[in-house]
């Protein structure tokens, strides 16, 4: 065909859309030498150049043009079809047709979309690969021509990155791009219910609700987990988007029935997601996120549930760690009817790093001591534990927090022999010990003693999952104004509560009995013998 300047602008066209849709910072080039040059630092990927027209080249024009070498000579025939079926290639009989056509036209983001599409699926296995050095890809030895560029067919795989939509290159003319990134993030949240929290959630535009990093909690309380993925920034680039929440939870937590867990986008009740718990494990599938849902690259979805703490909690470190991760389209140039029949869904799929929460609970060690010397321990006293509103007692069994109960519906609490009462799976914050019965021979307290747990743990998003001890950093008790020791390390908080003895009384056969018989024998002695000298007295 003749000289055709025009087809330089379907190549401004097609690098226009590469620079929309690529997955990262990129910049792409080429020069003279038969050479193409992507300055990319992540080293995952493997690019690939393949000649889709060849001719003469002359500055940016090329004439005389024949399908290039990365054009599978068999499916030729295949490839003109599905190009004819884009709208204004109907009478296009060969590869000068198209690139008349191309010259012809100006071409907006969907058509070069489509043409990229369907070249793409008709490629030979004769490429040119790229070589990684010094943060970039280096594509050498390639011929003059028209080349399409993209990411192998086997790279990215489970890697948190995405492909880069195809780029139309010609040899001789130097391009630079700036794409932009093209791959989801997700985050995991817990709720902090007792404590302020400095920041909130990446994700969360709200103040006033306390997501966080790090809690703790009772045992047997529900726990209020929330998940936030983003969209990529290039999700209008896919016809189709696979798109799944991979949650896991302790086994210390009991988990959900799925028809409680509650899917919305940017806060509306979401379509098409199907929910499954196998065990610890959440997964939330979206086969394709596109279809019955308006999302746009600002789109949040989000999965919320509870989960409760159970009685096998670890007390103290390193608590109870939970993560989720997701998987993802990470292709753009994968076409899909939607339908879900063979064939549908597409292979390449990225994955994220995952995102933790922990979860904390603590334990209560009470000691009962003489009030006068605080090394004898005293049996047989009995308490009941209180919440810091001082209306609902605690249910405890085999030394474990159970629930909150009704006033006198609690469980007694007993010293043993060597004085001591515990009560594992307790939250940081205020509880009150009421003694329902002093041990034999000391007073019975006449009032609650305040006991109050500070954790200090993470409260500004911030931990970073590496180590459960820099999400708990110190631990305190105090009993009636009376500091403790506490560990974080075991998570036991231990107080000493003291009985003074009571008054003591003289017993039947004491001598306090005696005194009383020996005097008042005297008295009757004494006033005998006053009654004996009056009556001699009057007598003379």
Same mark, same amino acid.
């Given at each position: 065909? +003749?000289?055709?300047?025009?087809?330089?602008?379907?190549?401004?066209?097609?690098?226009?859309?590469?620079?929309?849709?690529?997955?990262?910072?990129?910049?792409?080039?080429?020069?003279?030498?038969?050479?193409?040059? @992507?300055a990319n630092s992540a080293a995952n990927h493997t690019y690939e150049a393949y000649q889709i027209f060849d001719g003469d080249l002359s500055g940016n024009v090329l004439s005389n043009v024949i399908w290039?070498?990365?054009?599978?000579? &068999? =499916?030729?025939?295949?490839?003109?079809?599905e190009i004819r079926a884009i709208e204004g290639f109907t009478d296009c009989a060969d590869a000068a047709a198209v690139a008349e056509k191309l010259a012809g036209n100006e071409f907006d983001a969907e058509v070069t979309q489509k043409f990229a599409s369907v070249v793409g699926k008709h490629l030979s296995n004769t490429k040119t690969a790229s070589t990684f050095a010094d943060g970039k890809y280096t594509i050498s030895g390639v011929d003059d021509g028209y080349y399409?560029?993209?990411?192998?067919? %086997?790279?990215?795989?489970?890697?948190? %990155?995405? =492909?880069?939509?195809?780029?139309?290159?010609?040899?001789?003319?130097?391009?630079? @791009?700036?794409?932009?990134?093209?791959?989801?993030?997700?985050?995991?949240?817990?709720?902090?219910?007792? +404590?302020?929290?400095?920041? #909130?959630?990446?994700?969360?535009? #709200?103040?006033?609700e306390k997501w966080n990093d790090v809690a703790?909690?009772?045992?047997?309380?529900?726990?209020?987990? =929330?998940?936030?993925?983003?969209?990529?920034?290039?999700?209008?680039?896919?016809? +189709?988007?696979?798109?799944?929440?991979?949650?896991?939870?302790?086994p210390q937590?009991?988990?959900? %029935?799925?028809?409680?867990?509650?899917?919305?986008?940017?806060?509306?009740?979401?379509?098409?997601?199907?929910?499954?718990?196998?065990?610890?494990?959440?997964?939330?599938?979206?086969?394709? @996120?596109?279809?019955?849902?308006?999302?746009?690259a600002d789109s949040i979805v989000t999965v919320e549930y509870s989960a409760v703490l159970n009685s096998d909690a670890v007390i103290g470190l390193n608590g109870q760690e939970n993560k989720v991760y997701l998987t993802y389209s990470n292709?753009?140039?994968?076409?899909?009817?939607? &339908?879900?029949?063979?064939?549908?869904?597409?292979?390449?799929?990225?994955?994220t790093p995952k995102d933790a929460v922990i979860v904390f609970t603590y334990e209560l060690d009470t000691t009962k001591v003489d009030g006068v010397d605080d090394t004898k321990k005293l049996s047989d006293a009995s308490f009941k534990l209180m919440n810091e509103a001082k209306d609902k007692e605690a249910e405890v069994k085999d030394g474990k927090f159970v629930k909150w109960v009704d006033i006198?519906?609690?469980?007694?609490?007993?010293?043993?022999?060597?004085?001591?009462? +515990?009560?594992?799976?307790?939250? %940081?914050?205020?509880?009150?010990?009421?003694?329902? #019965?002093?041990?034999?021979?000391?007073?019975?307290?006449?009032?609650?003693?305040?006991?109050?747990?500070?954790?200090?743990?993470?409260?500004d998003?911030?931990?970073?999952?590496?180590?459960?001890?820099?999400?708990?950093?110190?631990?305190?008790v105090t009993a009636g104004g009376k500091a403790g020791t506490a560990d974080t390390a075991t998570g036991i908080a231990s107080i000493t509560i003291a009985n003074n003895a009571g008054s003591t009384l003289p017993s039947t056969g004491g001598i306090g009995t005696t005194i009383f018989y020996v005097a008042g024998g005297a008295l009757v002695v004494g006033a005998g013998v006053l009654l004996v000298s009056k009556k001699r007295m009057a007598n003379k």
């Amino acid at each position: 065909m +003749k000289n055709t300047r025009k087809f330089a602008a379907f190549v401004a066209s097609f690098l226009a859309v590469a620079c929309m849709a690529a997955p990262m910072a990129t910049s792409f080039s080429a020069d003279a030498e038969g050479s193409i040059t @992507i300055a990319n630092s992540a080293a995952n990927h493997t690019y690939e150049a393949y000649q889709i027209f060849d001719g003469d080249l002359s500055g940016n024009v090329l004439s005389n043009v024949i399908w290039g070498s990365g054009i599978d000579s &068999t =499916k030729t025939d295949a490839l003109m079809t599905e190009i004819r079926a884009i709208e204004g290639f109907t009478d296009c009989a060969d590869a000068a047709a198209v690139a008349e056509k191309l010259a012809g036209n100006e071409f907006d983001a969907e058509v070069t979309q489509k043409f990229a599409s369907v070249v793409g699926k008709h490629l030979s296995n004769t490429k040119t690969a790229s070589t990684f050095a010094d943060g970039k890809y280096t594509i050498s030895g390639v011929d003059d021509g028209y080349y399409l560029v993209k990411d192998s067919d %086997d790279s990215l795989v489970d890697k948190h %990155d995405a =492909k880069t939509r195809y780029i139309v290159q010609v040899l001789g003319t130097k391009t630079d @791009i700036t794409p932009k990134s093209s791959f989801p993030t997700v985050e995991k949240k817990v709720l902090e219910d007792d +404590k302020e929290v400095t920041g #909130k959630p990446t994700y969360d535009a #709200k103040t006033t609700e306390k997501w966080n990093d790090v809690a703790d909690y009772c045992i047997g309380e529900a726990v209020p987990f =929330k998940l936030y993925g983003t969209m990529p920034s290039t999700i209008g680039d896919y016809s +189709k988007y696979k798109y799944v929440f991979h949650d896991t939870l302790a086994p210390q937590f009991t988990a959900p %029935d799925n028809t409680a867990v509650t899917v919305k986008i940017d806060g509306e009740a979401a379509n098409g997601a199907t929910v499954e718990i196998d065990g610890q494990n959440i997964t939330v599938t979206f086969a394709d @996120i596109k279809n019955g849902n308006t999302v746009t690259a600002d789109s949040i979805v989000t999965v919320e549930y509870s989960a409760v703490l159970n009685s096998d909690a670890v007390i103290g470190l390193n608590g109870q760690e939970n993560k989720v991760y997701l998987t993802y389209s990470n292709n753009p140039n994968w076409v899909g009817d939607g &339908t879900g029949g063979p064939g549908d869904t597409p292979k390449d799929e990225g994955q994220t790093p995952k995102d933790a929460v922990i979860v904390f609970t603590y334990e209560l060690d009470t000691t009962k001591v003489d009030g006068v010397d605080d090394t004898k321990k005293l049996s047989d006293a009995s308490f009941k534990l209180m919440n810091e509103a001082k209306d609902k007692e605690a249910e405890v069994k085999d030394g474990k927090f159970v629930k909150w109960v009704d006033i006198d519906a609690g469980t007694t609490l007993t010293s043993d022999a060597d004085g001591l009462f +515990k009560v594992a799976g307790l939250d %940081d914050g205020t509880y009150y010990l009421k003694e329902t #019965k002093a041990p034999a021979g000391y007073n019975l307290l006449s009032a609650p003693v305040k006991v109050v747990i500070t954790a200090t743990t993470v409260n500004d998003q911030n931990w970073g999952m590496t180590d459960a001890a820099d999400a708990l950093t110190k631990l305190d008790v105090t009993a009636g104004g009376k500091a403790g020791t506490a560990d974080t390390a075991t998570g036991i908080a231990s107080i000493t509560i003291a009985n003074n003895a009571g008054s003591t009384l003289p017993s039947t056969g004491g001598i306090g009995t005696t005194i009383f018989y020996v005097a008042g024998g005297a008295l009757v002695v004494g006033a005998g013998v006053l009654l004996v000298s009056k009556k001699r007295m009057a007598n003379k």
